[in-house]
């Protein structure tokens, strides 16, 4: 078993430094003396906070003594063969021998980083990581108005659990609330997809300070609320109690007048079951003492036992009327000191019963009554909306708080809840057509965010509307090259045969996945040399140009990667494919001749795929 050599740490820090347009950023540096070879080794974290796979990575490391005076240079060191994706770490398991035994602290210099593609940055200012990415707990600097921004995350579908830093807006960069670094232009995060507004407008403090103050408001109407329901509630039970004792002494008194009368009804029934009149007992005197013990839990106010046992007597006697009576009972207790969504429940499941269907109405309304008072108006106007009482006073209050709101939601680039507002207002005012601007934007905010499916649904949803017919036209061919998609998990597939091979020049066969998400992974398989190469990135589509995603003088930016110059969506060709895309070749940069992709086309309509 070999021996664990004896390691003293010499310096240790646990920093996150960047420079403006480096590919990559300083996580942690380390300093360790191995006691037993004799020698300091040094070792990094660093990561990849741009969009392609870094494959290489060239620093030097500038030594210094204890005073801080330089002692050695290590000069084009390298970490190679990698494949580091966006946000991925290299480097901490790599140990770099220190000739200088004087040296105490390093200092890592980045002088160039080469991603899979074969894109080289250079850092020809020869700039330092300088930069602290540092950033607060975002619980610290919200205070109090934390608990209203995780509300805000709850409300949009935001996942909150990876948004505990501050975020960071820079002119040329942003840093997330999970701490990922994103370039200006980047609209969703490329660690946890949050969407930059959307993260803007929700940590602006006195945005959240507004919120907080009317969640308050609403909070002191709800406690008030449950404080009358308990008081009403112990005063129910009380009258209850009362009204049992009354009963129990009544029934007392006539039980005492008729216990000789019932104790020879017993004898009888035991001497006919004891003389072997089986049948008899089965088929009539079982079914009438459960029916009488029915009638005596629902006479004492036990509606679920008698309930239960007027179920199991399928038709007996009356036994259907009683229960029904029974649920009427229990229905009118919880509408009276109880709870109206119980009771609401409950007459509902009676129909045609006396007025429960009225009472049902009645529960509905109260309902509602209680959200309007707690300002819930889009929850009470679903309900008017269920009776059928669209123009009923109250709900024309409903409707017009909750026409302001979906504006103020607007505003704060709340989408989704401006959008659920006006699609159940329907016509009312200007909602039919605040619904498509809010449709649009978040046609927009799909598209930004590279969500393409989603995206060209909603531009389908509202042709016509402002420059939406342009957009889609714009948009066709992508629409086309994602109709080859068998699923929201599935990519769309376009197959290239007898292509030629970038490495080696043979012949090789092209397989492009189009994924809805914007994602892409273009797979170059040269059966002939055994070459297999793999392309990752973002992509988009529009009119006759694809474009990938590419780090340029530090921003992310679309680079142009190829031209459709012809479609075919009527042909049955290589593997029974029936569609095919005449384009430049995107994969292979230096073959000039065009490129025809296969795909099966499942329909022309995006709102059909998938």
Known sequence: MAREEKKQLLEEKNIHLWFEGSPVALCT????????????????????????????????????????????????????????????????????????????????????????????????????????????????????????????????????????????????????????????????????????????????????????????????????????????????????????????????????????SKAALIIVIVTLILAGAGLGTYLYVIPYFRYNNAVAAMNNGKFDEAISKFDKMKGYLDSDELRNKCVYSKAANEFYGGSKEKAAELFQSIPGYMDSDDMYVDSELAIADELIASEDYLEAYKIYMELGLIDDERANKCKENLYNKGREEMKLNHLNAAFEIYTVLGDYKKSSQLLKECKYRLAQREYDNTHYKNALLEYEEIKDYKDVNAILKKLNNLSIILSASSGEENPAVWDAFKQKCPNCGKEAQYICEFYEDGSYKFTVRCEDQGHNQELTGKYKIEDDKIYVAKYVNGISAWSERGTISKVNLNETSVDGKNASVQTTDFINEHNKQPVIIYGNKISGDMMKTG
């Open 29 to 260: 540096m380390r300093l360790e003396l191995n006691i037993d070879r004799g020698a300091i080794f040094a070792y990094s974290k660093m990561m990849n906070v741009q969009p392609e796979h870094i494959k290489e990575a060239v620093f030097d490391i500038i030594c210094y003594d204890s005073v801080r005076m330089i002692v050695d240079t290590l000069i084009d060191l390298k970490y190679v063969n990698l494949d580091i994706p966006r946000n991925g770490v290299f480097g901490m398991d790599t140990p770099i021998r220190i000739r200088n035994v004087q040296t105490r602290n390093v200092e890592f210099v980045i002088k160039s980083v080469t991603t899979v593609s074969g894109q080289t940055w250079n850092n020809e200012e020869k700039k330092r990581f300088n930069m602290s990415l540092e950033q607060e707990s975002i619980y610290n600097v919200l205070g109090d108005l934390h608990k209203q921004f995780l509300e805000n995350c709850t409300r949009e579908n935001v996942d909150q659990t990876k948004l505990i830093l501050n975020p960071k807006f820079e002119d040329m960069y942003w840093l997330c609330a999970c701490g990922a670094l994103n370039w200006s232009d980047e609209e969703k995060c490329s660690g946890c997809g949050v969407n930059k507004n959307w993260l803007i407008v929700n940590t602006v403090q006195d945005n959240l300070r507004k919120q907080d103050d009317r969640r308050k408001v609403e909070n002191e109407k709800i406690r008030q609320q449950v404080v009358e329901k308990e008081r009403l509630e112990k005063e129910r039970q009380r009258q209850e109690f009362e009204k049992r004792k009354a009963d129990y002494a009544k029934q007392k008194k006539k039980q005492d007048g008729m216990g000789k």
